[in-house]
């Protein structure tokens, strides 16, 4: 008999404690289980000791297949559900982030690119050209049609010689068939918005962040004048929302403005924004966390300490649970259809299906990589692909190329984390970035109130 590598189990206390049940689950095969306090203490008892022999729950076991009766079936299912991955990642496009300058005009305390070199706010007209000359050779035979990210600094700036630019840079897109998303702050949205409209030109998504109401995001994310932004932000997402097109609204989440999101959430719900089908809005939470410095001074949260004060904020103010449903490691999923969501083999899409570039034609593998030198890959003016090395350690980065992964239970949840956040903190990019996988999903089972013994479709029943 063979106790499959990805079988896993947690306390459902959230203490390590097996007196109020345990979690037992499986992303490879899709099982997922809840064990009231006596059978834990027997499946533990049994599971420590190594030997199945007379457990009275073997045959549950192997009929969930949280054991194998052979290692090779566990083999073959691995390189099944792997190909099923494979062949919806090749058929996912492309995501290519574009930085059109560094320069932003707002200052927000927590900024990462606060230290940027971004004296330059013009985007000239033979890199814009060189770029769509570059992207469309590279992504050419792509199955599925790329898509452009703009991303910053910011790249909706005032200033006519900017926007000039930058729609030069749009109607390039527009001729090239790529569909838009953009990451903006939203100060200048509202004016940008006619100009979009005008030109027809095929926007798939616009982000805009909030990180709460007026007086807390005006705090947070104050203009570099000082002013408020949240004025001139509202608009624009009402105005985006009014003119069909689809906003996803983010919020950076640290302890100063956790128990005053739902502040935000009743904004958006009095606004009727949450009315809206998720293809029009969408929320994002993210945590605001140390990528490139030190944010000595700012209560930051730990990824699950974040999410468990966001299920007690949500008990506390329902308002939220309509707000924003967290993905719980596939909880939320499996509050909807009843089953887990495909084993995930790489989380980290650098360098594979995202790629990023600037202005100045430097290339990068992703969001978090952008303009930092250390990660710089090569220069699509110059031609010069000065580091085919790092390139490979993106493109390999798997559950399986990470040695740490590839012993792990829960890596087809969690799929090795973030690569820069991984190189930031060990210096290799095959190296991990745990995700508190376990405690994810006893937060999310509370907070989807999932409770039946069964939990998942898949697998067979226990
Ligand atoms: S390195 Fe991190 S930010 Fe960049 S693509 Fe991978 S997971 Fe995303
Ligand atoms: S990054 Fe950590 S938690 Fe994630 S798969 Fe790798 S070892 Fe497991």
Redo the contacts with the bound molecule.
């Keep these: 008999m063979h106790y499959s590598k990805y079988t896993f189990h947690a306390s459902l206390s959230g203490n390590g404690a097996s007196s109020a049940g345990l979690v037992i689950g499986n992303y490879l095969t899709g099982s997922m289980d809840i064990m009231d306090k006596k059978e834990s203490e027997l499946f533990l008892h049994y599971q420590e000791s190594g030997s199945w022999e007379n457990y009275p729950g073997i045959t549950d076991l192997l009929h969930r297949r949280y054991i194998f009766e052979h290692e090779q079936e566990e083999r073959e299912l691995i390189n099944e559900k792997r190909q099923l991955f494979l062949t919806e990642y090749a058929n996912t496009p492309v995501q290519i982030i574009f930085t059109p300058t560094y320069v932003c005009n707002m200052g927000c305390s927590y900024c990462y690119q606060a230290d940027y070199e971004n004296t330059s706010a013009t985007l000239k007209k033979d890199v814009v050209d060189s770029f769509f000359d570059y992207i469309n050779k590279t992504f050419a035979r792509e199955k599925v049609k790329p898509y452009i990210t703009l991303f910053g600094g910011e790249p909706l700036l005032g200033g006519n010689e900017y926007k000039t630019s930058l729609l030069y840079f749009l109607h390039k897109a527009k001729e090239f068939e790529y569909e838009i998303a953009m990451v903006t702050n939203g100060y200048e949205l509202e004016n940008y918005l006619p100009c979009f409209i005008e030109n027809k030109f095929n926007i798939k998504e616009i982000q805009v962040t909030l990180d709460g109401i007026e007086e807390i995001h005006d705090k947070r994310r104050p203009m570099k004048t000082k002013a408020g932004s949240f004025d001139n932000v509202t608009r624009g997402i009402n105005k985006a929302l009014q003119n069909g097109f689809r906003i996803n609204l983010r919020s950076i989440i640290d302890k100063d403005n956790m128990a005053e999101l739902y502040k935000l959430a009743e904004y958006a719900q009095d606004r009727g924004w949450l009315n809206y089908p998720s293809a029009r809005f969408q929320t994002t939470l993210g945590r605001n966390y140390e990528l490139h410095f030190c944010q000595a001074g700012t209560p930051l949260y730990e990824r699950s300490e974040m999410w468990k004060d966001f299920a007690g904020e949500a008990e506390k103010h329902p308002v939220l649970y309509k707000y924003h449903s967290p993905q719980f490691h596939g909880m939320h999923n499996l509050s909807r259809t009843g089953e887990l969501p495909l084993p995930v083999f790489d989380?980290?899409?650098?360098g594979k299906k995202?790629w990023a570039f600037d202005f100045k034609g430097d290339i990068y593998?992703?969001?978090?990589?952008v303009g930092v030198e250390k990660y710089r890959l090569g220069n699509f003016i110059s031609g010069d692909r000065i580091n085919e090395e790092q390139v490979n350690e993106?493109k390999t980065?798997d559950v399986f190329s990470i040695p740490e992964c590839s012993q792990c239970a829960v890596s087809l949840s969690c799929g090795g984390?973030?690569?820069?956040?991984?190189?930031n903190k060990t210096g290799k990019i095959l190296s991990p970035?745990c995700r508190p996988v376990k405690d994810l999903i006893v937060t999310g089972l509370r907070y989807y109130n999932i409770q039946t013994k069964e939990l998942s479709a898949t697998g067979g029943n226990i």
């Design positions: 989380g980290c899409p650098a995202e593998g992703c969001t978090a990589s993106w980065r984390g973030c690569g820069v956040l991984a190189a970035d």
